[in-house]
């Protein structure tokens, strides 16, 4: 069935249309009446010399696609659903050494390896210091004098601060992946005015950064996991280069989607304030798969269809492009009830918030719920009064869901 509530010409990776909103409501009419839908894409908008891509819209979609890597390839055009449309072909190629862009079986090689520093005893030996950090910052923030941007006094650190103790790079320079991190997605926002090569740039300076921690323990082995991930390399460990970029990625996954994460569930218990009353009161653990299912930080990513294959009702050629829309996969009537309500208590919550399954699950997936539980339970604790000042100032980008200023204040 066509969809005819979707205008002509409607792109949901037209990074204007994200910098208003997420389009919820499109998204759950193609659901409802075309859950697979060719999106056409004039001249070179993405950057992949293609003429679109397909939407998938339902979660039963959505995780078979992600489930599935012999059909749906993360390596042949990256998941990155939207570049700019002047990126050159080996930018994009070049992508291809970071693991979310991989394919088993290079994909299964490199996650067995990095996965040794998101054990659950490695998680767990972070808790108590992580604990520590997110009081210290939310009370720093409550000593700022009147109103304050939310995102970078409080959402933005605990996220920096846990990659920091978490691959051991010092405290003092996690303002360096801040900005990398920030410059390397900002690439569609003209506020940042982040050119791609600015972008490039920071990204080679990033892995660089990486590059010289590598070759350092690999000179002077610590106790730490940067030590227990490369320091011997013919025994199944990183080399250099896949660390630089191991970094990279986590610098992203890692910090910019928990960011986000924290900030829309601020935002939501803001303009919620009976779930804040009662997060306050009972603080329930269930609290932080829901602010993961109702920000969805990262709205799209893409694969590419290896063969024909039949998706949806619909026959996918070879080499066409894949749309995941997991915010649509986490409004799904059918797996959600009263899916647009935020609703911290929500049990079960099969959301998609960490990826739809399969080999590219949020490798950081318990470290991120610890970050979200330890900064909601540190601002219930000190700054129970919060309340918002402005309106969001969301990011400008064809697949993050990205917030970069929330003005609250401490009463």
């Keep these: 069935m066509h969809c005819p509530a979707l ?8 990074p204007d249309l994200l910098q208003h909103r997420v389009p919820l409501p499109e998204l759950a009419e193609l659901r409802r009446a075309e859950p697979v839908r060719w999106i056409p894409q004039s001249g070179n908008v993405a950057g992949f010399q293609d003429e679109g891509y397909w939407a998938v819209t339902r979660h039963a979609d959505v995780r078979y696609v992600s489930t599935h890597p012999e059909l749906f390839s993360s390596t042949v055009n990256t998941a990155i659903i939207r570049f700019n449309e002047h990126i050159r072909r080996d930018s994009i190629d070049a992508q291809r050494l970071i693991l979310l862009n991989m394919d088993p079986p290079e994909h299964t090689r490199v996650r067995q390896i990095v996965q040794r520093g998101f054990t659950p005893r490695s998680i767990r030996a972070l808790e108590q210091r992580l604990r520590d950090r997110a009081a210290g910052i939310v009370a720093a923030a409550r000593e700022l004098d009147g109103p304050f941007d939310f995102v970078t006094s409080v959402a933005c650190e605990l996220p920096l601060q ?15 992946i801040f900005d990398w991190s920030n410059k390397m997605i900002a690439y569609d926002d003209p506020e940042y005015a982040i050119t791609e090569e600015v972008g490039a740039q920071s990204a080679a300076e990033l892995i660089s950064y990486a590059m010289t921690m590598a070759a350092d323990r690999k000179q002077c082995p610590a106790h730490d996991i940067v030590s227990t991930l490369v320091a011997a390399e013919d025994q199944g460990n990183l080399n250099s280069d896949e660390f630089g970029f191991f970094v990279l990625m986590l610098a992203v996954a ?18 919620h304030p009976e779930q804040w009353e009662l997060y306050k009161r009972e603080r329930p653990s269930t609290a932080a798969e829901e602010i993961v299912r109702w920000a969805t930080p990262v709205f799209a990513f893409q694969r590419t269809a290896t063969q024909d294959t039949e998706l949806g009702g619909r026959i996918i050629r070879k080499g066409e492009r894949v749309g995941l829309f ?20 929500r049990d079960p919550n099969p959301h998609l918030g960490f990826g739809g399954g399969g080999p590219h699950f949020c490798l950081g997936k318990s470290l991120a719920v610890l970050e979200i539980d330890l900064i909601f339970n540190a601002i219930a604790d000190a700054m129970p009064g919060l309340r918002l000042v402005g309106d969001p100032r969301r990011l400008r980008s064809a697949w993050i869901n990205g917030v970069k200023e929330l003005r609250v204040a401490a009463e």
């Design 162 to 176: 846990a990659i920091a103790e978490l691959i051991g790079i010092p405290q003092g320079d996690r303002t360096k």
């Design 7 to 14: 205008p002509d010409g409607f792109d949901f990776t037209d």
């Design 254 to 271: 890692g910090n910019e989607t928990t960011r986000n994460a924290i900030t829309h569930g601020m935002h939501a218990f803001l303009t």
């Design 326 to 345: 997991y915010a649509s996969a986490n409004h799904d009537p059918e797996v959600f009830e009263r899916p647009d309500a935020f609703d911290v208590t």
